[in-house]
């Protein structure tokens, strides 16, 4: 039997635990001085699968002036609006998601990497299907916004794999111990 693919949430958040400010904006991130990319080169060789939201898709194209970043991977959006496919991308508009990431999992492959945004990982923390997660983390509070981990009826019980600095980012790496 095959061993599962990994389902890994890589993502930055500041050190209040937020992803991103109420607009959606992410100016603050930027800000921090790191180093190189800050280990998004490294783990995006580990990962051929990438899955996200509408919200964040739509933020993705827009911050790309429209040209699709992850073209040598397979990309699939969730949505709850009728989407058509493109070249680049497959939207998934159903309500068995956990269905469909359990397929992918048990496809061969490389990592699955859950890009973001909140209401869509927080279904996936709910439905325990979080493998890994990278967490790097910002020295910037920012007292609000939108939360990495949302209030709700889930507990995620995780196990530190290991930790890495660039400048002023402190990485947590994760792994799930369901």
């Not at 783990?43 to 996200?52: A, C, G, H, K, R």
């Not at 923390?125 to 981990?149: C, S």
Request: charged share 30%; hydrophobic share 35%; net charge negative.
């Amino acid at each position: 039997m095959n061993k599962e693919r990994s389902l890994t949430v890589f993502i930055a958040a500041s050190l209040d635990g937020y992803i991103a400010t109420k607009d959606e904006s992410l100016e603050w991130l930027f800000k921090v001085e790191g180093e190189g990319d800050n280990g998004y080169s490294e783990f995006y060789e580990t990962v051929d699968t990438i899955l996200m939201g509408k919200r964040t898709y739509d933020w993705v194209m827009e911050q790309e002036g429209g040209e699709f970043p992850y073209k040598n991977k397979d990309c699939y959006v969730f949505t709850r609006s009728a989407a058509e496919d493109t070249a680049n991308v497959k939207f998934i508009n159903g309500d068995d998601i956990k269905g469909f990431t359990n397929t992918l999992k048990n496809q061969e492959g490389k990592r699955i990497w859950m890009v973001g945004g909140g209401d869509v990982l927080q279904h996936f923390f709910t439905e325990k299907l979080v493998d890994e997660l990278i967490i790097t983390v910002a020295p910037v509070v920012l007292g609000n916004g939108i939360p990495l981990f949302k209030e709700g009826d889930y507990q995620l019980d995780l196990r530190l794999k290991g930790t890495r600095t660039f400048n002023q980012f402190v990485e947590l790496h994760y792994i799930s111990e369901r």
